[in-house]
């Protein structure tokens, strides 16, 4: 078996938090907010293995925790508690164990992250190019020229004009913007790419050839892909495992043919039957 | 003979929780399925035959009974409680799944669709496409067709695709959901012609007919579901 990531009981408490979170909290106490003590709990005990070339699926609705886990996982949010192990070639990493020199490490050469919000993904100050230039200097590569080749490459599978490499992102269009975030997060060759609702608030069009890319790199390289959604329509066409959360918790997984043709959970028998 | 997978009493209902209700789909299904034969499943509609087979597929969690799959290597699998990625792994390399309806990725050209299981294998993408157009040829789907995603296609057409699909990589296990429904009788026996080809290639075929000819041509054994009863319908009959 080649897994490439492991995550046992990952939770994340927003506040102080007190002995009754848990406990108050979830999809049967309808909430997650702690009626005691007013913490939130963003995600409880959140446990699954992904596969090597695999797409995760994570889908629910706002508030289900589901960006959570991925920002906990990209370290832009430290865990309350659980563990989370990537499976390097020859390493494992047992990622909320490493200082915090060792995280960027891993951030920025072996995990790439593409957020809804183009403003989190991509520095509007630079220009499109400049942005994967930065990244690929976090990842120690320096030549001018070198840079300079591989972002054009990465423009170009990503289909980003390359007569605009020299502009700034804030100038595109979200579809633009989208594609600028994937050749950023695609620059280092990562093996793990996080995808948090990425065709989100984009024409209809525009989220089809986005996800026509998001297949095609999958494979082309064979990357191991968490995609937060929640849509129904991306994690049919995407994934072929999800994991179906609620008020930050994961109240069914399966594989995504089985989640939309038998549901197990009432709430997710609901979302199945409401779809269009 | 080598059987390839017996399916043990399996049973499948479905709980609807907002309405608080059970419906049954399949209940007591016992049947076998050899390397080399073709076994026919038949039975009124609503005798829950589609839900063997996605019960086998695991597209539905069967709710009692045993899967015995016996893999490439030898191993006894109950697919019943076959871990996410071993199903994965056996719908990759083993069991091929012709459903009803195509079931496609979107903007994709029909050549591409058909050979799509191969590439998942490895297999290099302009053999897979070479080896498509041959199947595409067989089933007489317009040469024209091919570079076209098949949600224009007829329902002849798209179903063609689809068993082109199932066929194109040998599954060991072959599930078929009435592989024939919407054809006319000299492309249903281009089918035949095919299905017997895989047969004598030493694939096991599950498949679901309407047709009683098709059953007489091409089953080497038939088990019949009857109706599966409600089990308010049973309390209701105690009382």
Same mark, same amino acid.
């Given at each position: 078996?080649?897994?490439?990531?492991?995550?046992?009981?990952?939770? /994340?408490?927003?506040?102080?938090?007190?002995?009754?979170?848990?406990?108050?909290?979830?999809?049967?106490?309808?909430?997650?907010?702690?009626?005691?003590?007013?913490?939130?709990?963003?995600?409880? #005990?959140?446990?699954?293995?992904?596969?090597?070339?695999?797409?995760?699926?994570?889908?629910?609705?706002?508030?289900?925790?589901?960006?959570?886990?991925?920002?906990? =996982?990209?370290? #832009?949010?430290?865990?309350? *508690?659980?563990?989370?192990?990537?499976?390097?070639?020859?390493?494992?990493?047992?990622?909320? *164990?490493?200082?915090?020199?060792?995280?960027?490490?891993?951030?920025?050469?072996?995990?790439?992250?593409? @957020?809804?919000?183009?403003?989190?993904?991509?520095?509007?100050?630079?220009?499109?190019?400049?942005?994967?230039?930065?990244?690929?200097?976090?990842?120690?590569?320096?030549?001018?020229?070198?840079?300079?080749?591989?972002?054009?490459?990465?423009?170009?599978?990503?289909?980003?004009?390359?007569?605009?490499?020299?502009?700034?992102?804030?100038?595109?269009?979200?579809?633009?913007?989208?594609?600028?975030?994937?050749?950023?997060?695609?620059?280092?060759?990562?093996?793990?790419? $996080?995808?948090?609702?990425?065709?989100?608030?984009?024409?209809?069009?525009?989220?089809?050839?986005?996800? #026509? =890319?998001?297949?095609?790199?999958?494979?082309?390289?064979?990357?191991?892909?968490?995609?937060?959604?929640?849509?129904?329509?991306?994690?049919?066409?995407?994934?072929?495992?999800?994991?179906?959360?609620?008020?930050?918790?994961?109240? %069914?997984?399966?594989?995504?043919?089985?989640? =939309?043709? #038998?549901?197990?959970?009432?709430?997710?028998?609901?979302?199945?039957?409401?779809? =269009? | 003979? %080598?059987?390839?997978?017996?399916?043990?009493? @399996? *049973? /499948?209902?479905?709980?609807?929780?907002?309405?608080?209700?059970?419906?049954?789909?399949? *209940?007591?299904?016992?049947?076998?399925?050899?390397?080399?034969?073709?076994?026919?499943?038949?039975?009124?509609?609503?005798?829950?035959?589609?839900?063997?087979? /996605?019960?086998?597929?695991?597209? @539905?969690?069967?709710?009692?009974?045993?899967?015995?799959?016996?893999?490439?290597?030898?191993?006894?699998?109950?697919?019943?409680?076959?871990?996410?990625?071993?199903?994965?792994?056996?719908?990759?390399?083993?069991?091929?799944?012709?459903?009803?309806?195509?079931?496609?990725?979107?903007?994709?050209?029909?050549?591409?669709?058909?050979?799509?299981?191969?590439?998942?294998?490895?297999?290099?993408?302009?053999?897979?496409?070479?080896?498509?157009?041959?199947?595409?040829?067989?089933?007489?789907?317009?040469?024209?067709?091919?570079?076209?995603?098949?949600?224009?296609?007829?329902?002849?057409?798209?179903?063609?695709?689809?068993?082109?699909?199932?066929?194109?990589?040998?599954?060991? $296990?072959?599930?078929?959901?009435?592989?024939?429904?919407?054809?006319?009788?000299?492309?249903?026996?281009?089918?035949?012609?095919?299905?017997?080809?895989?047969?004598?290639?030493?694939?096991?075929?599950?498949?679901?007919?309407?047709?009683?000819?098709?059953?007489?041509?091409?089953?080497?054994?038939?088990?019949?579901?009857?109706?599966?009863?409600?089990?308010?319908?049973?309390?209701?009959?105690?009382?």
């Amino acid at each position: 078996m080649s897994r490439i990531l492991e995550v046992r009981g990952l939770t /994340k408490v927003h506040g102080r938090g007190c002995p009754l979170c848990i406990e108050a909290t979830g999809p049967d106490s309808d909430t997650n907010i702690c009626p005691h003590c007013g913490s939130v709990v963003a995600a409880h #005990d959140v446990s699954f293995d992904l596969h090597r070339g695999e797409i995760l699926g994570i889908i629910g609705e706002s508030g289900s925790g589901k960006s959570t886990v991925v920002k906990t =996982l990209y370290f #832009d949010d430290a865990p309350s *508690a659980g563990e989370a192990i990537l499976f390097d070639d020859a390493a494992q990493y047992e990622l909320f *164990a490493l200082n915090a020199a060792r995280q960027r490490w891993v951030r920025n050469h072996r995990f790439g992250m593409v @957020y809804q919000n183009p403003h989190l993904g991509l520095n509007f100050n630079v220009t499109a190019g400049g942005n994967i230039a930065e990244r690929l200097l976090m990842s120690d590569v320096n030549h001018y020229g070198a840079i300079r080749t591989r972002a054009k490459e990465l423009l170009a599978r990503t289909e980003v004009l390359e007569a605009r490499m020299d502009e700034s992102p804030r100038k595109f269009s979200g579809g633009m913007q989208q594609r600028v975030q994937i050749a950023k997060a695609l620059a280092t060759r990562p093996p793990l790419l $996080l995808l948090d609702e990425v065709t989100t608030g984009l024409d209809l069009s525009v989220q089809a050839a986005i996800l #026509d =890319l998001i297949l095609e790199i999958q494979h082309e390289l064979g990357t191991a892909m968490i995609v937060v959604t929640h849509d129904l329509g991306v994690i049919r066409l995407l994934a072929g495992r999800t994991l179906v959360m609620k008020y930050g918790r994961v109240i %069914e997984s399966g594989l995504t043919d089985q989640v =939309l043709e #038998d549901p197990q959970h009432a709430y997710t028998q609901r979302l199945v039957s409401s779809a =269009l | 003979m %080598e059987t390839i997978l017996s399916v043990e009493g @399996y *049973a /499948k209902h479905f709980l609807l929780h907002d309405r608080g209700k059970l419906i049954p789909s399949a *209940a007591n299904v016992n049947l076998s399925v050899w390397a080399g034969r073709l076994t026919a499943l038949v039975g009124p509609t609503g005798s829950g035959k589609s839900s063997v087979l /996605k019960g086998i597929y695991r597209t @539905y969690l069967p709710s009692g009974g045993r899967l015995l799959y016996r893999d490439a290597a030898g191993h006894v699998i109950d697919l019943a409680l076959a871990a996410e990625h071993q199903v994965l792994g056996l719908r990759q390399r083993e069991i091929g799944f012709v459903t009803q309806f195509l079931h496609c990725l979107p903007r994709q050209g029909a050549l591409d669709v058909v050979a799509e299981p191969l590439v998942a294998r490895g297999v290099p993408r302009k053999d897979a496409r070479t080896k498509a157009s041959t199947l595409l040829a067989r089933l007489a789907v317009p040469e024209r067709l091919w570079n076209v995603s098949p949600a224009t296609f007829s329902g002849g057409e798209k179903q063609r695709v689809n068993l082109a699909r199932g066929l194109i990589a040998h599954p060991r $296990l072959l599930l078929l959901d009435e592989p024939t429904a919407s054809l006319d009788p000299r492309t249903t026996d281009q089918v035949v012609e095919l299905i017997n080809e895989m047969k004598q290639q030493g694939t096991g075929i599950l498949a679901i007919f309407h047709a009683p000819d098709l059953v007489e041509r091409l089953a080497d054994e038939v088990v019949e579901l009857a109706l599966p009863v409600a089990a308010a319908d049973l309390i209701e009959d105690m009382t």
